[in-house]
C-alpha cells in the first residue's frame, strides 16, 4: 500500500476519551481518500415494527466486509444504528464499491430494508467547506477507534438523503454472495440493565457558533461529574452477558453470512451456530483455557472492546445511569441548549443491544452498541429538530 494509504495506521493514539474532541489531536484525512456512507431508508419505521435487530445487523454489515480486506489499524469507521461511515485510501475504492453494493442487494433480498449508499471523495467534501479531520483512540487493548471532526462526516450523512449525492451513489451488486461478511455475529441477548437506565445520547455543538473546542470539553467533564467515572457507564454488564439459542433470533446473523447459498446450508449454518454457543457457554462458565483462548476473559473482553462511547462531528455515547442522573444531565443539556450552544437527542432503554465483529475469540473482538428499541435512530431524530430549532434563531 502507499504511504497515502497507511495514513491512518501511522497517527499517533489518544489515550482518554477526554481528550476526543482536541483539536491539537486531529490530523487531516488525504484529499485522494473516500468516505463510504450508508444509512437505511424508514429505519424509524422498521424500529416501530420491532426491526431494529435487523437494523443494527445491515448498518454495521459494510464495516466488517471491509475489514476482511483491509488492516483494522487502516479504515478509520464510526456506526450510526441505522448505518455507517468509513473512509478509504483510493487503492480501496473498487473493493469498497462492491461492499456496499453487496449490503445494499442483501438489504434488499433478506431484509426487505433500502440501504442508501455512496462514495464520495473527501476532495468533494472540501471543495463544499467541509473538512474531515481523524484521530485514533485506544479504547482498549485491542480496540483502537477513530474520532472524526470538522464537520466532513456530517455533510456526507446530509448529502447521501439528497438527490445531489446521485454522482456518488452505489448500485446494488447482483451477486453479492462474493462479499465475505465473516465475522459478523449476533448472538447476544438484550444486555438489561435492572438497576439503570440505558441512555442513548447524541450532543452536538451548534455549528453556526464554531466554538466545539469549548463546548464538548464542558459536556464531557459535566457528564464524568454526573455519572462518574468511565466504568461505572458502561451499559455492558457481564453479569447480563446472556447468549441466543433461538433460530429466530440467530436468523439475522444467517441471513447475511449464508446470503445465496440457500436454505439447506443456511438451516445448517443456524446449527453449527447453536452448537458453538452451547460450547462457549460452558466455556465461559467454567473460564476454561485452551491454547488459543482464554474464555473467562471473553465477557470482560466484550465490554472493554465496546464502542458505546465515540466521538464523529457529534458525541454519542450509549451509557447507563440512574433516572437521577440522567435528570440532572438532561437539565444542563437544557440549559446549553437554551443558551443556543448545542443541540441533543436521548432515548431511554433498560437494554443495550450489542453486533459483533469477531476477529479471534481470544480478546480480538469489536462490538457495537445501541439501545434496545432503536437508541440512535430516536435520538438523532430529536437532535435533528433541536438543530433545526437553532438554525430558525
Not at 330 to 355: C, P, R, W
Amino acid at each position: 500500500m502507499s504511504n497515502s494509504a497507511q495514513f491512518y495506521a501511522n497517527l499517533p493514539v489518544i489515550e482518554s476519551f477526554f481528550d476526543a474532541s482536541n483539536p491539537k489531536n486531529f490530523h487531516r484525512l488525504p484529499d485522494n481518500w473516500l468516505v463510504a456512507v450508508t444509512d437505511i431508508v424508514d429505519s424509524t419505521q422498521a424500529i416501530q415494527n420491532d426491526r431494529y435487530k435487523e437494523v443494527n445487523i445491515l448498518g454495521a454489515s459494510p464495516i466488517v466486509a471491509i475489514f476482511n480486506l483491509a488492516g483494522r489499524n487502516e479504515i478509520p469507521f464510526t456506526f450510526g444504528g441505522d448505518g455507517s461511515t468509513f473512509c478509504v485510501p483510493p487503492c480501496l475504492r473498487d473493493e469498497t464499491k462492491q461492499i456496499l453494493g453487496a449490503s445494499k442487494k442483501i438489504g434488499q433480498v433478506e431484509y426487505d430494508l433500502d440501504l442508501r449508499a455512496a462514495l464520495i471523495p473527501v476532495s468533494y467534501i472540501r471543495d463544499r467547506g467541509h473538512n474531515i479531520q481523524v484521530a485514533r483512540y485506544q479504547a482498549s487493548e485491542y480496540y483502537t477507534q477513530a474520532v472524526f471532526s470538522g464537520g466532513g462526516l456530517s455533510f456526507a450523512e446530509d448529502l447521501l438523503k439528497k438527490s445531489a449525492a446521485k454522482q456518488f451513489s452505489i448500485p446494488t451488486l447482483d451477486d453479492a454472495e462474493q462479499v465475505d461478511f465473516s465475522g459478523l455475529e449476533c448472538r447476544w441477548q438484550e444486555v438489561k440493565q435492572p438497576q439503570n437506565e440505558v441512555i442513548t445520547m447524541l450532543v452536538q455543538a451548534n455549528p453556526a457558533l464554531n466554538q466545539s473546542e469549548k463546548i464538548y470539553p464542558q459536556v464531557l467533564q459535566k457528564m464524568r461529574a454526573t455519572f462518574g467515572f468511565d466504568d461505572k457507564t458502561n451499559p455492558i454488564n457481564t453479569s447480563g452477558l446472556t447468549m441466543n439459542l433461538s433460530p429466530t433470533k440467530l436468523m439475522g446473523e444467517a441471513k447475511i453470512r449464508t446470503y445465496g447459498r440457500g436454505w439447506i446450508k443456511r438451516m445448517g449454518y443456524i446449527l453449527k451456530v447453536q452448537l458453538q454457543t452451547i460450547i462457549g457457554k460452558i466455556l465461559m462458565a467454567l473460564g476454561y483455557k485452551t491454547s488459543a483462548t482464554n474464555w473467562e476473559l471473553y465477557k470482560s473482553d466484550l465490554a472493554m472492546n465496546s464502542d458505546h462511547r465515540k466521538f464523529d462531528d457529534m458525541l454519542r455515547v450509549v451509557i447507563s445511569g440512574s433516572t437521577s442522573q440522567r435528570q440532572e444531565f438532561v437539565n444542563f443539556l437544557d440549559q446549553k441548549y437554551k443558551e443556543g450552544a448545542l443541540a441533543y437527542g436521548i432515548h431511554l432503554s433498560n437494554a443495550a443491544m450489542i453486533t459483533c465483529m469477531v476477529f479471534e475469540y481470544h480478546r480480538d473482538h469489536i462490538h457495537f452498541v445501541d439501545g434496545s428499541g432503536g437508541g440512535y435512530v430516536s435520538a438523532a431524530k430529536q437532535l435533528k429538530e433541536r438543530l433545526h430549532n437553532l438554525s430558525q434563531d
